[in-house]
């Protein structure tokens, strides 16, 4: 560009126009052969407002700035060197038209060349100072405030969005070694997932992946199915809490092959049907190593259960069932004794909340002695009858091997005549029981406290909503002195009496309870002031408690006594208690204001539930 805006072509079209008007005037010298004269001007003796000059200073300066190009002559050159003075002006203008185009043409070439150089000069220094793949999984776990495992990826409840889904799909390639995803509790990976999927071949050797609560979609489940055979290495497979999974579990069991290798597969509430019952059934044949199986919280699937237990010959290495609040029926329990045979390794039995089987272990339970190595039975809230119990009074003592039994809600269990609570001494690995709300009277509770002797490894002992328990606490005095071991005990709603706490707190002065560590004695609204008086004082010898409730009934309320202050006073010496339940209790304004004070003047961080 020149000075007043054209560019130099232009420019030089119009000084090329000057020369063809003072062609006349030069045509004398050159007719008598002084064209030498004319030629040698220096460029001195040209005027430096004249055009001509500035056509001579143009083609010097580009002379000199191209060294690979080859020289070209001088505009004046070019313009005598072409002249014929018997050519017309017309055709003369045209020719050095054309000369100066073809010039600018060049000059584009070359710089188009320069550009090029720069261009791919630049993406080598970007890909030089780009991250590697390292860094950028390093950057992308600081961001969501994990850290970096080549073996573990851990971004459960992360929040993570479909960007970053897609982030990290394009980090796999950096993660050869991967064996464990959980990306469960992330709504946004719904819909995304098959762009995570498409990169498994990069982490063959997976074997852990657990997607609860992502909201999957049809598509995402499809997409999943298709990944099975790029992760042949995959044992757990955890997908809990995918609503829209219901229906469409077909999708996933078609692409399993004979010789998978799982062993942990859980579709916990996902609104499975029986149709997706009889799917999961078809497959079990290509799942020999399976081990863990839980479908519980799947209201409609108990519908097929008969033609699941069926299959379950399949899998003979299984060790845990879970099949809690499946619409279980009377037809189902038979189907499943009669897998029972099949599973001798099970070690888990979860049948509970399952209401309509109640009245079918008369005729169900035959095999259930046969589980030798069974440690967890589970039958709360199992409606379970008179003629039930009779049934399981006669097993479950049979399980040489069981360690947690769980009969609670099941108030038949407390009024049958049959001794189902004193044939557990025949358990002595028993470390948990729970018979809360089971209607228990003076004689069963006697019974229980018996065989309590026996169970020298008790560890947790749940009696809640037993109301016999109240005022004869006493008779669980011996097994609580033997049951060193105990570290849970619930008493909620037992209509406990002052007489009760302090029997607690002698056997705690006593050196038994040491290990205690969680204490629930909500809901007894018999306990008086006094009582509250004698156990606060008593409540410092509970090293090792952590959880303390004390709430009363919801349907009431009640002034706080001078007890208060022996309370307070007794949690500076208890360093392992983090939580202390106090519903329901009405505090004075200067209790409140001790209660609030209490964390900051103490150093401490319990959490009060008021």
């Given at each position: 560009?020149?000075?007043?805006?054209?560019?130099?072509?232009?420019?030089?079209?119009?000084?090329?126009?000057?020369?063809?008007?003072?062609?006349?005037?030069?045509?004398?010298?050159?007719?008598?052969?002084?064209?030498?004269?004319?030629?040698?001007?220096?460029?001195?003796?040209?005027?430096?407002?004249?055009?001509?000059?500035?056509?001579?200073?143009?083609?010097?300066?580009?002379?000199?700035?191209?060294?690979?190009?080859?020289?070209?002559?001088s505009a004046i050159q070019k313009f005598f060197s072409g002249f014929d003075f018997g050519k017309s002006e017309g055709k003369a203008r045209q020719e050095i038209e054309e000369t100066e185009i073809n010039n600018c043409r060049?000059?584009?070439?070359?710089?188009?060349?320069?550009?090029?150089?720069?261009?791919?000069?630049?993406?080598?220094?970007?890909?030089?100072?780009?991250?590697?793949?390292?860094?950028?999984?390093?950057?992308?776990?600081?961001?969501?405030?994990?850290?970096?495992?080549?073996?573990?990826?851990?971004?459960?409840?992360?929040?993570?969005?479909?960007?970053?889904?897609?982030?990290?799909?394009?980090?796999?390639?950096?993660?050869?070694?991967?064996?464990?995803?959980?990306?469960?509790?992330?709504?946004?990976?719904?819909?995304?997932?098959?762009?995570?999927?498409?990169?498994?071949?990069?982490?063959?050797?997976?074997?852990?992946?657990?997607?609860?609560?992502?909201?999957?979609?049809?598509?995402?489940?499809?997409?999943?199915?298709?990944?099975?055979?790029?992760?042949?290495?995959?044992?757990?497979?955890?997908?809990?809490?995918?609503?829209?999974?219901?229906?469409?579990?077909?999708?996933?069991?078609?692409?399993?092959?004979?010789?998978?290798?799982?062993?942990?597969?859980?579709?916990?509430?996902?609104?499975?049907?029986?149709?997706?019952?009889?799917?999961?059934?078809?497959?079990?044949?290509?799942?020999?190593?399976?081990?863990?199986?839980?479908?519980?919280?799947?209201?409609?699937?108990?519908?097929?259960?008969?033609?699941?237990?069926?299959?379950?010959?399949?899998?003979?290495?299984?060790?845990?069932?879970?099949?809690?609040?499946?619409?279980?029926?009377?037809?189902?329990?038979?189907?499943?004794?009669?897998?029972?045979?099949?599973?001798?390794?099970?070690?888990?039995?979860?049948?509970?909340?399952?209401?309509?089987?109640?009245?079918?272990?008369?005729?169900?339970?035959?095999?259930?002695?046969?589980?030798?190595?069974?440690?967890?039975?589970?039958?709360?809230?199992?409606?379970?009858?008179?003629?039930?119990?009779?049934?399981?009074?006669?097993?479950?003592?049979?399980?040489?091997?069981?360690?947690e039994l769980n009969l609670s809600w099941n108030k038949n269990i407390g009024v049958s005549s049959d001794p189902l609570l004193g044939r557990l001494r025949f358990l002595p690995k028993l470390r948990s029981v729970a018979i809360s709300n089971c209607g228990?009277?003076?004689?069963?509770?006697?019974?229980?406290?018996?065989?309590?002797?026996?169970?020298?490894?008790?560890?947790?002992?749940?009696?809640?909503?037993?109301?016999?328990?109240?005022?004869?606490?006493?008779?669980?005095?011996?097994?609580?002195?033997?049951?060193?071991?105990?570290?849970?005990?619930?008493?909620?709603?037992?209509?406990?009496?002052?007489?009760?706490?302090?029997?607690?707190?002698?056997?705690?002065?006593?050196?038994?309870?040491?290990?205690?560590?969680?204490?629930?004695?909500?809901?007894?609204?018999?306990?008086?002031?006094?009582?509250?008086?004698?156990?606060?004082?008593?409540?410092?010898?509970?090293?090792?408690?952590?959880?303390?409730?004390?709430?009363?009934?919801?349907?009431?309320?009640?002034?706080?006594?001078?007890?208060?202050?022996?309370?307070?006073?007794?949690?500076?010496?208890?360093?392992?208690?983090?939580?202390?339940?106090?519903?329901?209790?009405?505090?004075?304004?200067?209790?409140?204001?001790?209660?609030?004070?209490?964390?900051?003047?103490?150093?401490?961080?319990?959490?009060?539930?008021?």
């Amino acid at each position: 560009m020149v000075g007043n805006g054209q560019c130099i072509c232009c420019y030089e079209r119009g000084c090329a126009r000057v020369l063809l008007k003072i062609i006349p005037s030069m045509s004398a010298d050159l007719l008598k052969g002084d064209t030498q004269s004319c030629q040698n001007k220096s460029e001195e003796d040209i005027p430096k407002s004249s055009p001509f000059g500035f056509v001579i200073k143009q083609f010097q300066g580009k002379r000199s700035s191209s060294g690979k190009r080859k020289e070209q002559p001088s505009a004046i050159q070019k313009f005598f060197s072409g002249f014929d003075f018997g050519k017309s002006e017309g055709k003369a203008r045209q020719e050095i038209e054309e000369t100066e185009i073809n010039n600018c043409r060049a000059d584009d070439q070359s710089e188009k060349e320069n550009l090029s150089v720069e261009d791919e000069s630049s993406q080598l220094i970007s890909e030089a100072e780009s991250p590697s793949g390292e860094q950028r999984l390093n950057q992308f776990m600081q961001k969501l405030g994990k850290k970096p495992n080549s073996k573990n990826l851990d971004l459960n409840n992360c929040a993570l969005s479909a960007a970053d889904v897609t982030e990290l799909a394009s980090l796999l390639p950096f993660l050869p070694e991967l064996e464990e995803i959980s990306l469960s509790w992330n709504g946004c990976v719904g819909g995304t997932l098959k762009t995570l999927t498409a990169q498994f071949h990069h982490v063959n050797l997976l074997k852990v992946l657990r997607l609860n609560s992502c909201r999957l979609s049809a598509e995402d489940i499809t997409s999943l199915g298709e990944a099975f055979e790029i992760v042949p290495q995959l044992e757990e497979l955890d997908l809990s809490w995918n609503s829209n999974i219901g229906g469409k579990l077909s999708l996933l069991t078609k692409k399993l092959r004979k010789g998978c290798k799982i062993k942990l597969l859980k579709i916990t509430d996902c609104n499975l049907t029986a149709r997706d019952g009889e799917s999961l059934a078809e497959i079990l044949n290509v799942l020999p190593n399976l081990e863990v199986l839980d479908l519980s919280i799947n209201k409609h699937i108990g519908c097929s259960m008969k033609v699941i237990a069926q299959d379950l010959r399949n899998v003979p290495g299984l060790k845990e069932l879970n099949l809690h609040m499946c619409g279980l029926k009377q037809d189902s329990l038979q189907g499943l004794d009669t897998a029972l045979q099949h599973l001798t390794a099970l070690r888990k039995l979860d049948i509970s909340c399952n209401k309509e089987i109640g009245g079918g272990f008369k005729d169900s339970a035959a095999h259930l002695a046969s589980l030798k190595n069974l440690e967890v039975l589970d039958l709360h809230q199992c409606c379970v009858t008179e003629e039930d119990v009779t049934v399981l009074s006669q097993v479950i003592p049979l399980l040489s091997s069981l360690q947690e039994l769980n009969l609670s809600w099941n108030k038949n269990i407390g009024v049958s005549s049959d001794p189902l609570l004193g044939r557990l001494r025949f358990l002595p690995k028993l470390r948990s029981v729970a018979i809360s709300n089971c209607g228990l009277g003076k004689e069963s509770f006697s019974s229980l406290a018996e065989a309590a002797l026996h169970l020298p490894e008790l560890e947790i002992l749940d009696l809640s909503w037993n109301k016999c328990v109240g005022g004869n606490l006493k008779l669980l005095l011996g097994a609580l002195k033997l049951a060193t071991e105990i570290q849970v005990l619930r008493l909620s709603s037992c209509n406990l009496v002052a007489e009760d706490l302090a029997l607690l707190t002698l056997l705690s002065h006593d050196g038994h309870l040491a290990r205690l560590q969680k204490l629930d004695l909500s809901y007894n609204n018999t306990i008086s002031d006094e009582g509250w008086m004698v156990f606060c004082q008593g409540l410092t010898v509970f090293k090792e408690l952590s959880e303390l409730d004390v709430s009363l009934r919801p349907s009431s309320c009640r002034a706080c006594g001078t007890w208060f202050s022996e309370l307070l006073a007794a949690l500076t010496k208890l360093p392992a208690l983090a939580e202390l339940g106090m519903q329901r209790w009405v505090l004075s304004e200067s209790q409140r204001k001790q209660l609030e004070g209490f964390n900051r003047d103490n150093k401490r961080n319990i959490r009060f539930d008021c």
